[in-house]
C-alpha cells in the first residue's frame, strides 16, 4: 500500500507539473541573460573556466523550467516552420521557449559540406500524402539551403595533413554561421574494418591515430567558430548492413586499441561538446543504453563534458538511455514523449534530477559556444570562398598511386580521350557520396547529401584547365562505354566499342574514370535471403571497380524494399581492352593512359593494372561541387598530388575482405531469430596490421597504406632515433631531399613494433603501428631534417597495450623498434632506433 500511495503522489505532482502552461513566465530577471554574467564568460581566462560560467548558467536555466518545458527540451521537434527564420521548414530542431531566452536550436549533418541543415522549401510541408518520400523530405530534400560541398572526409585524412582538417572545419564553422545553425554531427571517427562499408567516404580511414589526429583537428577548427562539434558515431559502428539491429561483439582491449581510440582523443585534445550514440549493439546493450560507454568510458574515464545525442531514430527506450547517459533524442519524441517520461516518473524508473543532468550538458554546451548570446540571423554565404576552400583541400588529398610518365600530361598533347562508363557517373558529373547518374549533386537522400551553388563537371573542369594554361588548341573527347564492352558513344554519336578504342588509340592522352559510389544505408555488398537473414555473396564483391547498384541506399529505403539489384558496369574489361589496344601515337598505352580513381575508400585492384604495363593511377577519393577542377588541376600539373594513402588496397582476390567469414561480415542469425550477430574476431588486425600479420611473403597489397607518389623525387636518408630527455618524449629524425626537378611534398611516417611481452597481455599485437607523421615541402635540391617527436605519455597511448586485468594502459617492457619511412610496408620503411623500457 506504501508503494501505491507513493506512485499515486508522484503521478499527482508530474501531472499537475505538466499542467502548467510550457511559456509560463519565468522569474524576472533572467539571471543566466545577465549582461554581466554573460561578460564574465567572455572573459573567462581559459576553456574551463568559460565553461565553468557556461555550467552556473545553464543551472539556473534548468532551476526555472517547468516539467513539462523540461520535457520538451528533451528532444527534437516534429518537421516545422522555424518562428525566427521562416522561409525555412526544418526537421532537425529543438523548438525554443521565448519566455526563457531558449532559441530553437539547429542541428545539421556534415561529414561532407552543410548538408541536410534544417532549411528546406516551406512549400515541402505541403507534400501530396501519397508521397512514399513525404516524411523524408523535411530532413533532404533538394530544396535544401545551399553550401560548399566539399572533399569526402576520407580525402582529408588522405591529406595527412592536420591543416588540411582545419582548413575542412574552418568552411564548415563559417558557413553554418552564416546559416544560423549551432550543432555540426560530425566528424565521423569510425573505422574502416570493411573496405566496403558504405559510409566509409564520411570517415578518416583505417588506423584510429591517422583518425584521432585529423578529427582532433576538425573539430577544434569547428568549435572555435563557436559552433558545437559531435563525434559519431560511437561506437563500433562499422557496418550499414542491419544497422538499427546488428548485434556486435568487440573485445574490451580491441575496442580501446582500435575503435574507442579516435573517440578519447577528440574527447582529450579537442574536448568535442557533444557525442552521436550509434544504431548498433555492443557487447549486448544498445548504443544509446550502453552505461559501460557513456558513461563508464566517456565520462568517469575520459572527463567528458560534453552531452551525448542519438543518432536519428537510434534511441530504443526510456529509462535505460536515460540513466545510461543519454541527453538527447532526435530527431523527434519518441521514446522521451511526455507520456513514456510521465510513466517513468511516475514509476521511479528515472527520476527529475536525471532530466535535469541531461539538460544541464546540453545547455553548458549551448551557452559555451555562445547559442544564447547571438541571434537567429541568416547571412549570404560566400560561395566562391567555399569552391577555392574545397578546391585546394582536393587538391592536397590527391594520391598518385603510379607514375609509368602519363602525369602530368604532356604539354604537347592535342587530343585527349576522356573515358568513363555510360552507366556510371565518375566521368560524367562531379562526385559526391550517393552521386547518381543524371541526377543534381544533393539528391541522394543520405546524411552526407549536400546542395551546392554549382558543381563543375570533369569535361568542362579539363576545357578550363587547358585554356588556363595556355593549351586552348587541345580538343577533349568524351567517350563513353556500355557495360557489356560492345557499343559506345563519342560526343554523344553513337559507335561501336572498337571505333571507341581506336579513337583511344589515336589519341595523345587518355584519362579513365572510374570509381566506387556508395551511401549511407547500405554497404557495397550483395546479399541474398533465408530463413529471414542477409548472407553476403561473397564480401569482396564490392571492392570491385565493377560493382555498382542502379540507384543509391538512401533512395531505395525511401522508397520502400524495393528491388536494387548489384550490376557490373565492365571497367576492367574496358581497362584491359585499353591497354592492349596498338597505340598509333609515339607512346605506347600504359604511357599515355591514366586511370582516375574516385573510391568510397580503398578499391581491390586486378594485378594487370599494375607496374609497367598498368596506366598511371590518381585517387582523388568524392572530389565533392569541385571535382572537374580539382582533377584537372592535378592532371595538368598545376597542383601536386600530396595525399598518401588512410587505407590499404588490396590485389583482387587476396584482401581481408576475402578470407573473412560470416561471422564478421554480415553477422549470423542470433538466437532470437529476429537479428543477426557480428564478432570481431580478427582482433587488432584490421587494414594494414591485417595485410602485415597475415600475407607473409605473399603479395596482397598493391598498395599500402600511406602510399603515395609525388611528381618529383624524393632521398631520405640518415635516420636516427634520440634518446628521450627529461621530457621523456622521443625523437626521430632523417633527412629529406628533393632530387627532382619541381616543388613536391613528402610525407614522412613513424611505425613502432611493440615488445613481444605485449602479446602477453591479451591480444596478439600487429608487426607495426603509426605513431606519427610530417608533411614537408621542397624545392628542388633542397633538403631538411623532419623530426616527429613521440610522446608515450599522448592519448594515443603510441607505447601501451590496453590490460583488461588492470583497466588500465600498460607499458609492456622490451624493446620497441622505431622505423621511418613513405607507407606501413616493410620494405618502405628504415629503422631509426630502438628503446628498451
Known amino acids: 500500500m506504501a508503494t501505491r500511495s507513493r506512485r499515486g503522489a508522484i503521478a499527482l505532482l508530474v501531472t499537475s507539473a505538466l499542467a502548467q502552461p510550457l511559456l509560463a513566465q519565468a522569474p524576472a530577471p533572467l539571471a543566466w541573460m545577465a549582461p554581466a ?39 527534437g521537434a516534429l518537421p516545422s516552420v522555424l518562428p525566427e527564420l521562416p522561409n525555412c521548414y526544418g526537421a532537425r530542431h529543438v523548438n525554443g521557449i521565448a519566455a526563457l531566452a531558449i532559441p530553437t536550436f539547429r542541428i545539421t549533418n556534415g561529414p561532407v559540406g552543410v548538408g541536410q541543415n534544417d532549411c528546406v522549401a516551406v512549400p515541402v510541408r505541403d507534400a501530396a500524402p501519397g508521397d512514399r518520400r513525404a516524411m523524408y523530405r523535411a530532413y533532404s530534400d533538394p530544396s535544401s539551403a545551399k553550401a560548399t560541398a566539399l572533399p569526402s572526409a576520407m580525402a582529408v585524412a588522405a591529406s595527412f595533413d592536420p591543416d588540411v582538417a582545419a582548413d575542412f572545419g574552418a568552411v564548415i564553422a563559417r558557413e553554418m554561421n552564416n546559416l544560423a545553425l549551432h550543432v555540426f554531427e560530425a566528424p565521423g571517427m569510425n573505422l574502416a574494418r570493411l573496405p566496403i562499408l558504405g559510409r566509409n567516404f564520411e570517415y578518416f580511414g583505417e588506423d584510429p591515430y591517422l583518425a584521432g589526429t585529423m578529427a582532433v583537428a576538425e573539430i577544434r577548427a569547428v568549435q572555435a567558430g563557436n559552433i558545437i562539434a559531435m563525434a559519431k558515431h560511437f561506437v563500433a559502428n562499422e557496418q550499414e548492413t542491419n544497422r538499427m539491429t546488428i548485434q556486435e561483439t568487440v573485445d574490451e ?3 580501446r586499441e582500435l575503435y574507442l581510440l579516435p573517440f578519447e582523443m577528440s574527447v582529450k585534445d579537442a574536448k568535442v561538446a557533444a557525442v552521436m550514440c550509434s544504431y548498433n549493439f555492443l557487447n549486448g546493450l544498445q548504443a544509446c543504453a550502453n552505461k559501460p560507454m557513456l558513461t563508464g568510458v566517456l565520462r568517469d574515464d575520459w572527463g567528458f563534458t560534453g552531452y551525448v545525442q542519438t543518432d536519428f531514430f537510434a534511441q530504443k527506450s526510456t529509462a535505460a538511455a536515460l540513466d545510461a547517459g543519454l541527453d538527447h533524442e532526435m530527431p523527434t519524441p519518441i521514446y522521451w514523449a511526455p507520456d513514456k517520461l510521465t510513466a517513468a516518473l511516475a514509476e521511479n524508473a528515472i527520476a527529475p534530477a536525471q532530466i535535469d543532468r541531461a539538460l544541464e550538458r546540453r545547455y553548458t554546451q549551448m551557452f559555451k559556444a555562445g547559442i544564447f548570446d547571438r541571434a537567429l540571423r541568416q547571412t549570404p554565404i560566400d560561395y566562391a570562398a567555399g569552391g577555392r576552400a574545397a578546391r585546394s583541400i582536393g587538391a592536397r588529398a590527391a594520391v598518385l598511386l603510379q607514375n609509368n610518365g602519363a602525369l602530368p600530361l604532356a604539354r604537347g598533347a592535342r587530343t585527349i580521350a576522356l573515358v568513363g562508363k555510360a552507366s556510371q557517373p565518375y566521368a560524367q558529373q562531379a562526385i ?30 579539363l576545357r578550363a584547365g587547358l585554356r588556363a594554361t595556355g593549351r586552348a588548341g587541345a580538343s577533349v573527347s568524351l567517350i563513353l562505354v556500355d557495360d557489356a564492352n560492345r557499343a559506345a558513344t563519342i560526343d554523344g554519336a553513337a559507335v561501336s566499342f572498337d571505333a571507341a578504342l581506336a579513337r583511344v588509340a589515336a589519341a595523345d592522352a587518355v584519362v579513365v574514370m572510374a570509381g566506387t559510389n556508395a551511401e549511407e544505408g547500405a554497404d557495397r555488398a550483395s546479399f541474398t535471403r533465408k530463413d529471414g537473414h542477409e548472407l553476403a555473396q561473397p564480401a569482396a564483391a564490392g571492392l570491385s571497380l565493377d560493382w555498382y547498384v542502379a540507384r543509391p541506399s538512401a533512395i ?87 595525399g598518401r594513402l588512410p587505407v590499404t588496397f588490396p590485389i583482387a582476390g587476396r584482401g581481408f575482405l576475402d578470407a573473412i567469414t560470416p561471422a564478421q561480415f554480415p553477422g549470423l542469425p542470433a538466437g532470437d531469430g529476429n537479428t543477426q550477430t557480428v564478432t570481431y574476431s580478427e582482433g587488432l588486425a584490421i587494414g594494414y596490421r591485417w595485410y602485415d600479420s597475415r600475407c607473409g611473403s605473399a603479395r596482397c597489397v598493391a598498395f599500402p597504406f600511406g602510399h603515395g607518389l609525388s611528381y618529383t623525387r624524393f632521398v631520405n636518408s640518415a635516420p636516427r632515433l634520440e634518446p628521450a630527455g627529461g621530457d621523456k618524449v622521443l625523437r626521430a629524425s632523417m633527412t629529406v631531399r628533393n632530387v627532382g626537378a619541381r616543388a613536391g611534398t613528402e610525407v614522412v611516417q613513424a611505425y613502432i613494433t611493440l615488445p613481444p611481452d605485449a602479446d602477453t597481455l591479451g591480444a596478439v599485437q600487429p608487426p607495426r603501428r603509426l605513431v606519427g607523421f610530417e608533411r614537408i615541402t621542397l624545392a628542388p635540391g633542397e633538403a631538411r631534417r623532419v623530426t616527429i617527436a613521440i610522446d608515450p605519455a599522448a592519448n594515443h597511448h603510441p607505447l601501451s597495450v590496453w590490460s583488461k586485468a588492470r583497466h588500465a594502459w600498460v607499458t609492456p617492457p622490451g624493446r620497441y623498434v622505431l622505423r621511418l619511412g613513405t607507407s606501413s610496408a616493410l620494405g618502405d620503411l628504415v629503422e631509426a632506433g630502438s628503446v628498451v623500457r
Open 556 to 642: 531505395a529505403t525511401a522508397d520502400g524494399e524495393v528491388a536494387n539489384p548489384a550490376r557490373s558496369s565492365g571497367t576492367v574489361a574496358m581497362l584491359a581492352a585499353i591497354l592492349a589496344a596498338r597505340s598509333t601515337t609515339a607512346v605506347a598505352m600504359p604511357g599515355k593512359t591514366v586511370l582516375v580513381l574516385k573510391d568510397n575508400a580503398g578499391v581491390a585492384l586486378d594485378p594487370a593494372l599494375l607496374g609497367a604495363r598498368g596506366p598511371s593511377i590518381l585517387e582523388v577519393w568524392f572530389p565533392g561541387q569541385e571535382d572537374g577542377h580539382i582533377v584537372a588541376d592535378l592532371l595538368l600539373g598545376r597542383a601536386e598530388p600530396t
Open 37 to 75: 554574467t554573460v561578460a564574465r564568460q567572455r572573459a573567462a581566462p581559459s576553456d574551463e573556466a568559460r565553461e565553468a560560467v557556461a555550467r552556473e548558467r545553464a543551472r539556473a536555466l534548468v532551476a526555472a523550467m517547468t516539467l513539462a518545458q523540461k520535457m520538451q527540451q528533451l528532444t
Open 253 to 255: 582491449q580491441v575496442l
Open 432 to 461: 559526391a557520396g550517393g552521386a547518381i547518374l543524371g541526377k543534381p549533386m544533393g539528391a541522394g537522400g543520405g546524411s552526407s547529401d549536400v546542395v551546392p551553388d554549382r558543381t563543375v563537371n570533369p569535361l568542362d573542369g
